[in-house]
């Protein structure tokens, strides 16, 4: 599977994400031995079937010649372009039953390839499909579990240190199963994002949260400035309905927007992304706060602390985990005084 054919067609014409297609496929035969058979099965994908190859060993060594030569770069329209590829190997065997699952075989491998960070090539085993009929059955289990409304909110209280006094709650998924009880976030929300479904998550987290708040801030008067903090994923950021959405619940909900926290991860804040940073000042534009969290594992710079309407970040777990060590104080320290000379708060 061979990436930047669309890219490249959305940005220089068809012609050029043909020609791109066509420099691929000449580089890929190149690499095969006589006998053996390539095809374009469509898009970026093509297929290699390797005719007298008896182990492994063999054929990872022509998928290390192609992975090799499509490493290289190529000029398209005037431009240099680098390529990258995945690779996924099944080998046949009598245990094998036809074309078809040798090709699934290959695929799953290939997916595998493509989440341990591409330009890489996987060799098929058996826990891949074991693995991979698990994940549909909880994909599944989780499309219907937003449908009948098992995943529930629970609320983190945030504490100022100075006074021991909670100023604010963080709105947290938790997946009531009917079977498995409690199903905390880490094995649920990575395959919401791939599948799509943390979208319809998002927004119920977010639903939820801002109705709740808003009716303790009702029922209880002395307590209407604390402030409710969600997440948002970066598939909700990317959605041109998102600005709509949030307005939407502040309107309905009738919360005072100065009293909401939205939360980005700091990995999903990609330098140079002119669509999130609008959504991001249309978002601050309705009242909420917006924070970056995870902050010291993404790709965040100063210069886009100063230049994001981003009133506070939350330093990343894996450095608060390991206080009291010397190191790490220091290092929280550090942030902190950066982050307050900034004029931003620091969770």
């Given at each position: 599977s061979a990436h930047l054919s669309l890219l490249i067609a959305c940005v220089f014409g068809h012609p050029a994400g043909d020609d791109l297609l066509c420099t691929v496929a000449n580089r890929l035969v190149a690499c095969l031995r006589e006998g053996d058979i390539?095809?374009?099965?469509?898009?970026?994908?093509?297929?290699?079937?390797?005719?007298?190859?008896?182990?492994?060993?063999?054929?990872?060594?022509?998928?290390?010649?192609?992975?090799?030569?499509?490493?290289?770069?190529?000029?398209?329209?005037?431009?240099?372009?680098?390529?990258g590829a995945s690779i996924g190997l099944a080998i046949g065997d009598a245990t094998t039953g036809d074309a078809d699952e040798l090709e699934r075989n290959a695929d799953l491998a290939l997916y595998q390839s493509?989440?341990?960070?591409?330009?890489?090539?996987?060799?098929?085993?058996?826990?891949?499909?074991?693995?991979?009929?698990?994940?549909?059955?909880?994909?599944?289990?989780?499309?219907?579990?937003?449908?009948?409304?098992?995943?529930?909110?629970?609320?983190?209280?945030?504490?100022?240190?100075?006074?021991?006094?909670?100023?604010?709650?963080?709105?947290?998924?938790?997946?009531?199963?009917?079977?498995?009880?409690?199903?905390?976030?880490?094995?649920?929300?990575?395959?919401?994002?791939?599948?799509?479904?943390?979208?319809?998550?998002?927004?119920?987290?977010?639903?939820?949260?801002?109705?709740?708040?808003?009716?303790?801030h009702q029922k209880y008067p002395h307590h209407a400035s604390t402030r409710i903090a969600v997440n948002l994923s970066g598939r909700q950021l990317g959605s041109g309905e998102l600005v709509g959405e949030v307005a939407g619940l502040l309107e309905c909900t009738g919360i005072d927007p100065g009293t909401v926290i939205l939360e980005i991860t700091e990995s999903v804040l990609l330098p140079g992304e002119g669509v999130t940073v609008d959504r991001l000042r249309g978002l601050a534009g309705l009242g909420p706060s917006l924070y970056i969290d995870d902050f010291g594992t993404g790709f965040s710079s100063l210069n886009s602390l100063r230049s994001l309407p981003v009133r506070g970040v939350k330093l990343a777990r894996e450095f608060v985990d390991r206080l009291p060590a010397p190191e790490e104080i220091g290092f929280v320290r550090a942030v902190r005084e950066l982050v307050a000379t900034l004029g931003l708060e620091a969770v």
């Open positions: 390539a095809a374009r099965l469509g898009g970026d994908e093509f297929a290699v079937i390797l005719e007298r190859t008896w182990t492994a060993a063999d054929a990872a060594k022509v998928a290390e010649r192609i992975l090799a030569s499509l490493s290289q770069p190529v000029r398209v329209a005037e431009t240099e372009v680098a390529l493509k989440a341990a960070g591409k330009r890489r090539c996987t060799v098929y085993e058996t826990s891949m499909h074991t693995e991979a009929v698990h994940r549909l059955q909880f994909t599944t289990e989780l499309r219907l579990a937003l449908e009948r409304g098992e995943i529930g909110v629970m609320y983190q209280p945030v504490v100022e240190l100075d006074t021991g006094n909670v100023v604010g709650l963080e709105a947290l998924a938790r997946w009531h199963h009917p079977v498995r009880g409690l199903i905390q976030p880490c094995e649920f929300i990575g395959l919401a994002e791939e599948t799509g479904l943390i979208t319809v998550l998002g927004r119920q987290v977010m639903t939820s949260a801002l109705t709740q708040i808003a009716e303790w």
